[in-house]
């Protein structure tokens, strides 16, 4: 039984798991940011996706299917957040998602203000990923069995 220990305060250990106050910060998070996307990102493109057209000028320049395609994104990324074995892989997912979100409102929206709570999402979810690595190992790991 040996662990693998480097001197600047890394661990080599794959099955690296987050400490209890930082996994209940984790966890916290997770729900929160997994319930804003179920509810308040993904979901109205899903229910409401012509009043998200008529409301917000900047949807008209993303196609019908596309918007669509985004809300089931954000739905399953919130649900994934949820899920202790697709948490990491679900952040990642969502930490790309918001980057592209915050091009779009730069580039395409011509807002580039209302690109940086997108960038600040990329990069909680990031952190998320980071510390949640080990359940990626775990599920390759079950999978690969």
């Known amino acids: 039984m040996t662990t693998a ?9 794959v099955t690296y798991r987050p400490g209890k106050v930082r996994n209940r910060v984790l966890w916290t998070l997770q729900i929160l940011l997994g319930l ?15 009043t998200l057209t008529e409301n917000a000028p900047e949807n ?3 196609p019908f299917g596309l918007l669509i395609f985004i809300g089931v994104v954000e739905v399953a990324g919130g649900i994934g957040l949820m899920v202790p074995r697709l948490s990491a892989l679900a952040a990642a ?12 409102q730069a580039f395409i929206a011509d807002k580039p203000l209302m690109g940086i709570f997108p960038l600040v999402l990329a990069a909680i979810f990031a952190w998320i990923a980071y510390e949640r690595r080990a359940t990626i ?5 079950s999978l690969s069995r």
């Not at 220990?5 to 250990?13: C, K, L, M, P, V």
């Not at 804003?36 to 012509?50: D, T």
């Not at 997912?93 to 779009?104: F, P, Q, R």
């Open 5 to 13: 220990n480097s001197t600047a305060g890394f661990s080599n250990d």
């Open 36 to 50: 804003f996307f179920i509810i308040a990102s993904g979901g109205p493109k899903l229910v409401i996706p012509n």
């Open 60 to 62: 008209l320049t993303i």
């Open 93 to 104: 997912g969502l930490s790309v998602l918001t980057v592209l979100a915050a091009g779009t």
């Open 137 to 141: 190992t775990d599920l390759r790991n």
